[in-house]
């Protein structure tokens, strides 16, 4: 009985229209689709920069642009075929004259509500996208303001020189950071520079010992404090913001063998990352500070 009862609803003129109308939209989105995406390549890669007008084409370009738009235009032909197929079956759901052509001009014109819909979609997530991003700017712009208005400060105290050859320096620096605000989730430190320009240079300058890197720190508000993490080793090197001890290298570019820097400059920001947190970069605190070397006593 369940299986009679199947087979009359698969012989419906309804059922056979619907089905028709499913399968012709397949078939349109298959063929405009890769034919529109081929056509606007062809057209796009051929836009000359400078200048304006466009680059010569090939004879296989021309060959395929010409079939790209032959595809689109076969594919606007799709339903109104599959309409003219189904006409029968269309005569057989109503004897109404005028409600048999709304339903053939319906399904003949199918492919319009198509592109109507992903317009429609694609428009919606534009929208979205839009609200999002000035959800986040604004975000942005109050943490932003928030730093600046926090009277953010380094300090550079307890510099000592551990090893000296002449040339390359290795040095410890404890840093004192105040008042960066909890509320922000996470920011990164490193030191970007170190004494006049052109005269000493800090980075991996020689990477003689590569568990000592110039750090990089990423630095998180935990338990109503900020934690210091090397980026690199990821390991822990302090949990005071009052006493953040970072050894690191430098090297004499122009100064003499036994002059020492005497400013030194952390760089401190936020950075939009992958994990999306921050929306945009922002450096809060980067400037020379004073700093005093002392040479360890043998």
Partial sequence: MFESQLESVRNMPSTKILFALLLCSLIFIGLFLPSLIGALKLLIGHISVIGGGSTPYTPLEILLFWISVAGIILSFLIHPYGAYLMRDYISQLTSSAALQT???VMFAGFQLALIASAYGVALAKKQLAIQQQ???GRAHQEI???LDNANIDVIAKDARVIADDGRFVLAEVTFEIKNVPLSLPRYEMNIHDIGQAE???????????????????????R???WVFYDIFSKQTVS??????KLQFEFSRVKAPGDEMPETITPRL????????????DYLFFYKP??????????
């Avoid at 005269?199 to 508000?221: D, E, H, K």
Wanted: proline share 5%; hydrophobic share 40%.
């Fill in 199 to 221: 005269q000493f240079f800090t980075g991996f300058v020689r990477g003689s010992n590569y568990s000592i890197p110039n750090p990089a720190l990423r630095v998180t508000s």
């Fill in 144 to 146: 932003v303001t928030m």
């Fill in 134 to 136: 000035i959800k986040a």
């Fill in 269 to 280: 920001g936020i950075w939009a990352r992958d994990d999306k947190l921050y929306y945009r």
């Fill in 239 to 244: 949990d005071d913001a009052q006493n953040v």
């Fill in 102 to 104: 709304l339903i053939f």
């Fill in 223 to 225: 338990g109503g404090k």
């Fill in 289 to 298: 500070i004073p700093v005093k070397f002392e040479r360890l006593r043998n």
